[in-house]
């Protein structure tokens, strides 16, 4: 069964500081992965996807993020990071053959507080 | 206008009250989603669809209930809300292809 991790549940960091947010997943089979982010009192927003090809995978806000394969790892980074970046960040994982069915499995979260 | 809508967006309820959460999308989408949201659990998948005549159940489906009126209308019930149902309710759509799912903005249901 497919499970995906969020390493750490609290990131706080300053204004203008690089940061990392670690995501890793088990799967037994060739994988999509997803960064979602969700801004206080709203839905979930997609930041970026791997699907195949390239992988490091750049996405929404100057937000990039490496796949990893040998390490099953799926880490989300942005050099620099704004206030406005203040926000929960969710990692996804869909498998190819689950019968074509796109069914997400999320990790716990983690909370970016970025502080000025 | 948003492609995923869903109301309403904040309910107060008691125990043992029957709720039905709605959603409705405008992305033509198939597949239909209902997650829940507690803090530290992220998002667990309670329901899907993937046409009107597909249901399915998710990781945690006991006590919820689904109809798919429509390709554009999925409803959860709760048949008989009790206070660990207390969460933020999630409706999403997905295509075919890539996987990716379109969320709407969340109900906050809190059960007394």
């Known amino acids: 069964a497919q499970s995906v991790t969020q390493l750490d549940s609290q990131v706080p960091v300053f204004e203008e500081a690089p940061v990392e947010l670690r995501c890793n997943y088990s799967?037994?089979?060739?994988?999509?992965l997803f960064w979602y982010v969700q801004y206080p009192n709203q839905g979930l927003q997609l930041l970026l996807k791997?699907?195949?090809?390239?992988?490091l995978v750049k996405g929404i806000n100057g937000f990039e993020a490496e796949f990893n394969k040998s390490q099953t790892s799926f880490h989300l980074r942005k050099p620099s990071v704004h206030i406005s970046d203040t926000a929960e960040y969710f990692c996804?994982?869909?498998?190819?053959?689950?019968?074509?069915?796109?069914?997400?499995?999320f990790g716990a979260g983690t909370r970016l507080a970025v502080h000025p | 206008d948003a492609d995923v809508t869903q109301t309403p967006r904040n309910r107060i309820t008691k125990t043992g009250k029957r709720i039905m959460l709605e959603c409705s999308q405008t992305?033509?989408?198939?597949?239909m989603y209902w997650y829940r949201q507690d803090p530290g659990l992220g998002l667990r998948l309670i329901y899907y669809?993937?046409?009107?005549?597909?249901?399915n159940k998710g990781e945690i489906s006991d006590g919820y209930s689904v109809s798919r009126q429509a390709q554009a209308k999925f409803s959860l019930s709760l048949e008989s809300a009790i206070p660990n149902q207390t969460a933020l309710y999630f409706c999403?759509?997905?295509?075919?292809?890539?996987?990716?799912?379109?969320f709407g903005p969340g109900t906050r249901l809190t059960v007394l």
């Open positions: 791997y699907l195949s090809g390239s992988t």
């Open positions: 799967s037994s089979v060739s994988v999509y």
């Open positions: 996804a994982v869909s498998d190819l053959f689950s019968g074509g069915y796109n069914k997400l499995i």
């Open positions: 992305k033509g989408h198939d597949r």
């Open positions: 669809s993937f046409d009107v005549k597909d249901i």
């Open positions: 999403a759509t997905g295509g075919t292809g890539d996987n990716e799912q379109f």
